[in-house]
């Protein structure tokens, strides 16, 4: 895969591809370039039959500490009907369903903070490893946002359990590695120094497994994860940040 990013540092070895996300000036902050770049890569992958695995990290201090708020504001002062945040939310979607249903496993490396759109990315991965030093929080009520970034809110709540995520939601506290290993956030904590062993023990059998039977499971995991859902809240994603959003900021303009 060669392709000349911005916001990504994308190498191939073998079956294994890495995909870092590379503005660690912003804390990876997820922009409109960084969503466009991650689904030239995940598209891309339908046609990398020889990949088996992708890795996605983050450089620099954190992996990722959420989304642009910048570009939020920019994208409501130049539209304040919010068509072109409606996009960027659309985007944000489609890259989310993009890392869940990829033909390949997806494995999220994770230290620093990892906060809101980084937490949903991070979730939408089949496994996550955390350095032990990760801090995690989503900030969306205290920044004015509905919990409605990429579809993650169903996701978080199906692989931890409602119970457990509402006072983390509704108060937005941060929690460490170990309390997201006990949600289920992550599946293994490990010191930052041994973060690249844990993701390659867990590389090592999944190069060996059949791709058919690898995909397979992830269909059949996907499908059984939303069999009790008589519909797609996240449908409805977009829409609900963007009329928040800009309810908030023609407010703030009177």
Not at 224 to 236: C, K, P
Request: glycine residues 10%; negative net charge; hydrophobic residues 50%.
């Amino acid at each position: 895969m060669v392709e000349d990013f911005k916001a990504l540092r994308v190498r191939s070895e073998g079956p294994v591809l890495e995909v870092q996300l590379n503005s660690p000036e912003t804390g990876n902050a997820v922009s409109g370039l960084l969503l466009d770049e991650l689904l030239t890569v995940l598209g891309a992958l339908q046609d990398e039959s020889g990949v088996r695995v992708l890795i996605l990290s983050g450089a620099g201090e954190d992996f990722c500490l959420g989304g642009d708020r910048w570009e939020f504001a920019e994208l409501l002062a130049a539209d304040p009907g919010g068509a072109d945040l409606r996009n960027l939310a659309g985007k944000a979607r489609r890259v989310c369903d993009a890392l869940a249903t990829a033909n390949v496993v997806t494995i999220a490396r994770l230290h620093g903070g990892v906060i809101g759109a980084g937490l949903a990315l991070a979730l939408f991965c089949d496994l996550r490893a955390g350095a032990d030093d990760c801090r995690f929080r989503m900030p969306e009520l205290a920044l004015g946002m509905p919990p409605a970034w990429g579809g993650a809110l169903p996701r978080l709540l199906n692989e931890t359990g409602a119970a457990r995520i509402r006072e983390l939601l509704l108060t937005g506290d941060s929690f460490g590695a170990a309390k997201a290993a006990e949600l289920s956030i992550l599946h293994k904590v490990v010191a930052a120094d041994e973060l690249d062993d844990a993701v390659q023990r867990w590389i090592k059998p999944l190069i060996r497994r059949s791709p058919a039977a690898l995909r397979t499971a992830k269909v059949m995991m996907n499908a059984y994860s939303g069999a009790n859902r008589l519909a797609d809240g996240t449908l409805f994603d977009v829409e609900l940040m963007t009329s928040v959003l800009a309810a908030a900021e023609s407010s703030r303009r009177r």
